[in-house]
């Protein structure tokens, strides 16, 4: 399945770990790339995830991430603003 990209405000990596979540931002009207981190706990992944709202008003974004990660995108499903793009382990590790 192919996703246009312009339907996208901006595009997440994330580097999951049990302690925090390293992530870079590429918002899509820019080539800056923004590395940040966030614990991992469900109260800072939610105001992370408030933040992306108010900042690209509740357009879409595409958040890739390693699909054995399954608490993670678990929570992340529950918002509407974000669409999730599992990747296979293989491929991360490539």
């Known amino acids: 399945m192919s996703i246009p990209t312009e339907t996208f405000a901006a595009f997440i990596g994330v580097d999951w770990s049990d302690k925090k979540h390293d992530i870079a ?3 899509a009207d820019s080539t800056a ?3 940040s981190v966030v614990a991992h706990t469900p109260e800072t992944i939610h ?3 408030a933040q992306l709202g108010q900042r690209f008003e509740a357009h879409k974004v595409a958040l890739c991430t390693d699909q054995k990660q399954g608490a993670l995108i678990y929570a ?3 918002y509407d603003c974000i669409v999730l793009v599992p990747v296979n382990p293989q491929t991360v590790a490539k």
């Open 76 to 78: 992340l499903c529950q």
């Open 33 to 35: 790339v923004e590395l």
């Open 47 to 49: 105001a992370w995830v």
């Open 25 to 27: 931002l590429q918002a």
